[in-house]
C-alpha cells in the first residue's frame, strides 16, 4: 500500500482567473511570464524554486478559468518567501 503524501514546502504563489476563452494555457502563460519577468516575488520564486507547476480548472464563480502556479522551495527560501511574499 502507497502512503498519499504532499511536499509540506509546495506553495500556491500565484493565482489569477481568465474569461471564457479558447486557448487558456496560452492566456495563463502569458500572464504568468509577465509575473516571473516583472514582480519580485515572481523573480524569486523563478530562480529559487526546485520545481514550479501550473493548474488551470473551470472558475467556480465564473465561466472561465482559475490558474495556479505552485512552486516547491528548499528550507530557508521557503521561510523567506513566505515571510516577504505571502505575509501583509
Not at 479558447?22 to 495563463?28: G, I, R, S, T, V
Not at 493548474?55 to 464563480?61: C, E, K, M, N, V
Request: proline share 5%; with cysteine.
Amino acid at each position: 500500500m502507497t502512503a498519499l503524501t504532499s511536499n509540506p514546502n509546495r506553495i500556491c504563489v500565484w493565482e489569477s482567473t481568465v474569461g471564457d476563452v479558447e486557448d487558456p494555457e496560452m492566456y495563463a502563460d502569458i500572464a504568468i511570464w509577465d509575473w516571473m519577468e516583472k514582480e519580485p516575488a515572481g523573480q524569486f520564486a523563478k530562480t529559487n524554486s526546485k520545481v514550479m507547476t501550473r493548474t488551470i480548472g473551470p472558475d467556480d464563480h465564473s465561466m472561465g478559468f482559475r490558474i495556479k502556479v505552485f512552486a516547491e522551495f528548499e528550507g530557508k527560501d521557503f521561510t523567506f518567501y513566505s515571510l516577504k511574499y505571502l505575509t501583509n
